[in-house]
Structure formats: C-alpha cells, structure tokens
C-alpha cells in the first residue's frame, strides 16, 4: 500500500497532514467539557502564553505605527494631504497589519513555546504516562491551549492597535506637529467599526486558531527526541506564518 511519500498524488503529503490535523481538532472539540478545572486550566494558559506575550507585542506596535506615520507623511505630503495619515494608519492598522503581525509575533514566541513544551512530554513520556492513567492528553494537556490562543490573539491584537495609535500619536503630534483635532477627527470618522474593526476581530480570532492548533498539533505529534522536538518548533513557525498570510488573503477577499 503506497503511503505519502510514494503516492503518484501531486500534495498527498499535505493533504493527508491536514486531514490528521483536522481529525485532532475535532477529538479536541468534541471532548470538551465546560468544568471549573478546564475553565482555571485555559485561564493558566492564557497567562502563560498570552499575557507573557505583552511586552513584545506593546513595544512591536509602538514602532509599527510610529514607522507607518513616518512612511505615510512622506507619501501624502507630495499631495497635500498629510492631515489624512491618521486614517491611513488606522485603516491599515485595524484591517491588515495588526491580526497579520500580531499572529505572526503569537507564532514565533507563544506558539514555539507550546510545540516544544508538549513535544519534551512526548519525549520524556509524560503522555504515557496520561494515557496509561486513563487520562486524556489531548483534553489535559492541548485543549486548553488551544483555547487559550484563540482567546489572548484577539486581545493581544487590541492591544497592538493600541499601542500603534498612540506611537502614530507620538510622532504625527509630538514630533511633525500634526494638529491633534484633525488627527482624532479623521481616525474617527474615516474608521468604521464593521467594516474595519470587525473585519479585524474576526481575522485575529481565525488567526489564533489556526495558529494555536498548528502549535498543539505538532507538539503531540513531534518525534520523542531532541531532535523531532526541534523539527516541530521550526514548521510550527514556518506553516503558522503561511497559513496566516494565506487565510489573511481569503479573509479580506471575503470581506471586501
């Protein structure tokens, strides 16, 4: 019987890997029990991975929007226009740049952290060790992960809107001597809550899922050595980071 690796099929490799991982999502979901033990296991999680990801995703948007407020004062100036980089930032901030890299920066410092924390307990045979015990690993030890990345990227994503209006602020403001009214009054009025705002909850919310079940996926499925431990934290990297942009793509096709 031909396996993956030999199948005259163009993609059988991936496409049987987001079969598996797709089947592992749904052994997740389907065992979920909303008890007061899962509840205070994914609020451990979400400090754990999410809050422990503040400091880099506040100092992240802060540049990021100082970087785009100096990017957009030399274009629109040409035009005349430099009143308006406040909406420019903020359309750009709200829609695409901050659930794009605020799951890319939750990829590369929280999803790492949980392919390789769950890829040693497959190594030193902590789930085994579970699974001997006739407890549940992936309700134990993933679920609750996994539901914790999908609740902190969203509020991370809040988060870096946040810090990258008040570093669009310094700049603009505080720097180029922008007058404030006009700055806030273009932000409020050329910014809409469904159309950008929402659009940008609902991408951070798909973003941390995907990345979050990517991370918890190849962690329980990484080979039990040093070796496969670190093989997995490098394509939970890798393919968050491709989903992401991808779906990111789809997303924003959809909405527009």
Do not use: H
Not at 82 to 101: A, I, N, T, W, Y
Not at 198 to 225: D, E, H, R
Request: charged share 10%; hydrophobic share 55%; proline share 4%.
């Amino acid at each position: 019987m031909t396996d993956a690796r030999t199948s005259p099929i163009p993609f059988a490799g991936p496409l049987a890997m987001s079969g598996r991982c797709v089947l592992f999502l749904l052994r997740m979901l389907a065992g979920f029990r909303p008890t007061a033990q899962q509840f205070r296991a994914v609020l451990q999680q979400v400090y754990l991975i999410g809050a422990r990801s503040l400091v880099i995703i506040m100092i992240c948007g802060f540049f990021v929007g100082m970087v785009l407020s100096l990017q957009a004062i030399n274009a629109l100036e040409q035009f005349g226009a430099s009143d308006q980089v406040s909406l420019l930032v903020g359309k750009s901030l709200f829609r695409e740049l901050g659930p794009v890299l605020t799951a890319l920066l939750f990829a590369g410092r929280a999803g790492t952290s949980v392919t390789a924390e769950i890829g040693l307990m497959r190594a030193t045979s902590q789930i085994d060790a579970m699974e001997l015990m006739a407890i549940d690993p992936i309700q134990r030890v993933a679920l609750p992960r996994f539901l914790a990345g999908m609740i902190s990227v969203p509020l991370l994503t809040a988060m870096f809107n946040a810090l990258a209006i008040l570093g669009s602020v310094v700049f603009s403001i505080g720097i180029m001597g922008l007058d404030g009214g006009i700055f806030w009054s273009k932000l409020q009025t050329g910014v809409y809550f469904v159309q950008d705002f929402t659009g940008g909850v609902w991408k951070s919310l798909v973003f941390g899922g995907i990345v979050s079940l990517i991370a918890v996926y190849f962690g329980y499925t990484a080979k039990p050595t040093g070796a496969g431990v670190g093989t997995a934290t490098t394509n939970t990297v890798v393919l968050s980071s491709v989903l992401v942009l991808i779906f990111d793509f789809i997303m924003t096709s959809f909405f527009t």
